[in-house]
């Protein structure tokens, strides 16, 4: 699996259809489409976006969209294309220099079975998705999702302990049957395991703990992670605890790890509890970071590490704040389709 800063083909999303994303309000569904219509656009700038849309939305998600935004029409449950989706790998590079392409369909189910998700058609989305792509699906016998892990394109792997080892994902198996399954189908040599995510995530309308707002990796041997700055806040012990953690590591080559630290927004609750809004939930696109604001005045402070980490890339951030308040980020409803030259 390359890393997400390589270049790419294009960005996948998925059209907010029904449910809680889409919300119980005409108000809800408004903001919800131009949330995410917001992030396609802005994608779109960059590189190619395809949109992923349910037959009943084919009418109305293109009046939201620019233009050359590519419509996949497909079931859906959901819209988190990052998880419900493959994860694209590339091959070896063949004698013109180009590499296959592959798409490593995990099992989905509802991020661990729980008991206010669907997921029969979010299920297929992976084995579609290939097929539109003419990539090698690469099925994996193991429940995951492009949330719970992220690599550094040289052979580390990021993950966490109540994802992979949850026992409503993966029952009975432990660290050595998920590594040799996440080395087999990512090309990963080393894994990182993180013990927990983020408090809000960890609820129960939360993933259990996704890796991609706690820490993320800017380039190898660098990772930017998350940091609470305020003691009230209980990820303020779930940060400290990973940047102690990740300060200590190496990574697959043996490079001992630089962190960054990211600091969360100032704002610590909203009206159903602790927040989990983090700046680390990023998408990087060809030059460029589509990055999350939340009206808060660290916002600024934020775009600022990230252009100094990601040097030569435009920052372009959206409002990410209604994205949250329905579980995720931008990076949780993208996913990117790496070039194979």
Not at 236 to 265: C, H, K, N, W, Y
């Amino acid at each position: 699996m390359p890393a997400e800063g390589d270049p790419h083909e294009r960005t996948w999303l998925a059209w907010p259809t029904t449910g809680y994303t889409l919300g119980e309000t005409a108000e809800d569904a408004e903001e919800a489409r131009e949330t995410w219509a917001a992030v396609a656009n802005a994608t779109a700038e960059f590189e190619p976006v395809s949109m992923i849309v349910d037959p009943r939305d084919v009418a109305i998600a293109p009046t939201y969209l620019s233009r050359n935004i590519d419509i996949h029409v497909a079931a859906l449950d959901d819209a988190w294309v990052r998880d419900m989706g493959p994860t694209f790998v590339l091959g070896d590079a063949a004698a013109d220099g180009t590499r296959g392409l592959g798409a490593v369909d995990w099992i989905f189910n509802g991020w661990g079975a729980q008991d206010w998700a669907s997921w029969d058609n979010d299920a297929l989305v992976g084995e579609r998705v290939a097929e539109w792509t003419a990539a090698e699906r690469i099925d994996s016998p193991i429940v995951n999702e492009g949330g719970g892990i992220h690599v550094d394109g040289e052979g580390t792997v990021l993950v966490t302990e109540t994802v992979q080892l949850d026992p409503g994902r993966n029952p009975g198996l432990g660290k050595n049957e998920i590594e040799k399954e996440l080395f087999r189908t990512l090309g990963a040599t080393k894994a990182i395991w993180l013990p927990r995510g983020l408090t809000r995530d960890s609820d129960r309308f939360g993933t259990r703990g996704h890796v991609d707002i706690v820490a993320t990796f800017a380039r190898p041997g660098v990772v930017l992670v998350h940091s609470q700055r305020n003691e009230a806040h209980p990820d303020f012990e779930v940060s400290r605890d990973v940047i102690r953690m990740l300060s200590a590591e190496t990574d697959a080559a043996g490079r001992p790890l630089e962190v960054i630290e990211v600091p969360a927004p100032t704002v610590l609750r909203d009206g159903e509890g602790w927040v989990d809004y983090s700046y680390i939930n990023h998408l990087l696109v060809n030059g460029g970071v589509i990055a999350c604001a939340f009206g808060d005045e660290r916002d600024a402070q934020a775009a600022a590490i990230l252009g100094e980490a990601y040097p030569g890339r435009a920052i372009v951030s959206v409002d990410a704040r209604p994205l949250f308040a329905r579980g995720g980020g931008i990076h949780c409803i993208t996913q990117q389709q790496p070039s194979q030259n």
